[in-house]
């Protein structure tokens, strides 16, 4: 079992940065790619960002490519996401996500990602 737990959201103007982390306990997180995704209000839970096991392979959706940058620190047991020139429209609770059964890729689908930490608030004044 995996518990994740994801921090460093707040409010910020537009064109500011943030930057999430997600904190996993769980003896195998390193084997586990690792996803970020994000939901507004009545709207459905979209890919943000996707690494696998060792960080060598990133994805980005269209709407942060580069904007948004994913990391990881294995032995820390820590995901990050760096949000840049952040818009109104990044405004959602963000969530980290594991994928225990494909390591070496990266998926952008919910369904695949079998551990979620509880989300993050990220609000962006304009």
């Known amino acids: 079992q995996v518990q994740l737990v994801e921090s460093g959201g707040g409010l910020v103007q537009a064109g500011g940065s943030l930057r999430l982390s997600c904190a996993a306990s769980g003896r195998t997180f390193s084997r586990y790619a690792m996803g970020w995704f994000r939901q507004a209000p009545g709207k459905e839970r979209k890919f943000v960002a996707g690494i696998n096991w060792s960080g060598g392979s990133t994805y980005f959706a269209d709407s942060v490519k580069g904007r948004f940058t994913i990391s990881r620190d294995n032995a820390k047991n820590t995901v990050y996401l760096k949000m840049n020139s952040l818009k109104p429209e990044d405004t959602a609770v963000y969530y980290c996500?594991?994928?225990?059964?494909?390591?070496?890729?990266?998926?952008?689908?919910?369904?695949?990602?079998?551990?979620w930490g509880q989300g993050t608030q990220v609000t962006v004044s304009s």
């Open positions: 996500a594991a994928d225990s059964r494909r390591s070496g890729w990266v998926t952008i689908a919910t369904i695949a990602y079998d551990y």
